[in-house]
């Protein structure tokens, strides 16, 4: 019978489009939501010609097909509803979470040292999103230390409010907006060298990290241009005292303050064009010695604390060319404990070009460090070879011609492979 082949075939495609709903590992949520929207208009088709079946039967007078049929009609507009109701939860969701991070390994290998695999690490980061007003967002890193042993260590996590299409407020531990490396160069997958320019590491010139708030977003200027602006208040670094001299500052981001003395700073860009940005950072405040000879110390007076920085990146094609100058500046302080205050100044040069179809990549990077203490000051010279292994993974082959104090590791030339994965 008709009635019963077209039974058969919307029980057909009723089944397919419940297990359309469930979601595969290879389909993306776009794709999902594409079949699930073709298959429920195929069964809108099928039911339509139900109905009419319907009528027909009822022009024919045959009260058992009626009472059949019209129960079929029930049961596949209800299950045709479920299945919509199915393909449009993906576009309706109101809360939604999300897992991304990268994870990198490498080996080193020193002049007139030794070689070893040095690093392992993984950071995972995670995003949960209310509406279009809330965004919960964390990075953890998870990283095999020298021992054996594994260090956990919160990188950020801020709670982000969406206050308009072009301000966003975020409050918690974010990475400094100061300068570009940090904010958005530093992970591994994204960095092109296996190794950070000197200078933007811990105790360099370069601040890593806060407690506080922030407010940060863009506004268009015309059809291609873009001016981008963040700023914040933060508890600010600690200072680090050893044998009566200022040894670094510690720019970790810190839920104390113990001079009672906030930052302020922040950083803006303009963009002319969409490839082509110039950034301008600063802050300023005060801070405080909080460590001496490795020990905590209190009492000490607070003193000037500043940062200045300019970065600019372009790329034009298959060239990506960047470079940055960033300093942190302390000021004396006479009856301090390290009365002698100092500058850490940093800046780069880098040159990347892809080729074979993209699928190589050079890159050349220049950088000077300057600290108040020579055996951290630092000249390099660093070349790469990268093999794109996919858009978010690479295998690093790098070499570093390093100048610096005779004897120590700085003046050290080395070999360094890193794998690389974002996801």
Avoid at 95 to 108: E, F, I, P, Q, S
Avoid at 198 to 204: A, L, Q, Y
Avoid at 267 to 293: M, Q, T, W, Y
């Amino acid at each position: 019978m008709k009635t019963t082949r077209r039974r058969k075939t919307i029980a057909a495609s009723v089944t397919a489009l419940l297990l359309a709903a469930t979601p595969t590992l290879a389909q993306t949520d776009a794709t999902r939501i594409e079949e699930l929207e073709a298959r429920t208009a195929v069964m809108a088709e099928e039911l339509a010609e139900l109905r009419a079946g319907l009528d027909k039967v009822k022009r024919a007078g045959s009260v058992g097909d009626l009472r059949t049929l019209r129960t079929e009609v029930i049961n596949a507009t209800q299950t045709a509803q479920r299945a919509e109701n199915a393909a449009n939860e993906w576009r309706n969701t109101t809360a939604v979470a999300h897992l991304a991070g990268y994870a990198a390994a490498g080996y080193t290998d020193q002049k007139n040292g030794t070689g070893s695999f040095s690093a392992a690490n993984f950071n995972p980061i995670f995003h949960f999103q209310y509406g279009d007003r809330i965004l919960w967002e964390s990075e953890l890193e998870f990283e095999i230390e020298e021992n054996g042993e594994t260090e956990v260590a919160l990188e950020y996590s801020t709670i982000d409010i969406f206050l308009n299409d072009h301000l966003v407020f975020l409050a918690g531990k974010f990475i400094s907006p100061l300068g570009n490396f940090r904010q958005n160069l530093h992970p591994s997958w994204i960095n092109k060298l296996p190794s950070a320019p000197p200078g933007f590491g811990h105790d360099g010139a370069a601040p890593l990290a806060e407690v506080g708030v922030q407010l940060r977003g863009g506004i268009p200027i015309g059809k291609q241009s873009k001016f981008t602006y963040a700023g914040y208040i933060g508890n600010g670094p600690k200072l680090e005292g050893e044998d009566g001299e200022l040894h670094g500052i510690d720019t970790d981001g810190f839920t104390g303050d113990a001079d009672d003395e906030k930052i302020i700073g922040g950083r803006i860009s303009f963009l002319p064009i969409p490839k082509l940005e110039i950034g301008l950072s600063g802050a300023f405040g005060d801070a405080a010695v909080v460590e001496n000879d490795e020990m905590d110390f209190e009492g000490d007076p607070s003193r000037g604390y500043r940062v200045f920085g300019v970065d600019a990146s372009y790329q034009w094609n298959n060239f990506d060319v960047r470079g940055e100058y960033i300093q942190q500046d302390v000021a004396d302080k006479t009856n301090s404990i390290a009365p002698e205050g100092g500058k850490w100044e940093t800046w780069y040069m880098q040159g990347a070009y892809k080729f074979a179809r993209a699928k190589w990549e050079g890159v050349l990077r220049y950088s000077d460090y300057t600290s108040p203490h020579a055996d951290h000051s630092q000249k390099q010279w660093a070349l790469g070879l990268n093999y794109l292994v996919a858009p978010n993974a690479v295998i690093k082959l790098g070499y570093e011609f390093n100048d610096g104090l005779s004897g120590e590791e700085t003046d050290s030339d080395r070999w360094t492979v890193q794998v690389a994965y974002g996801f």
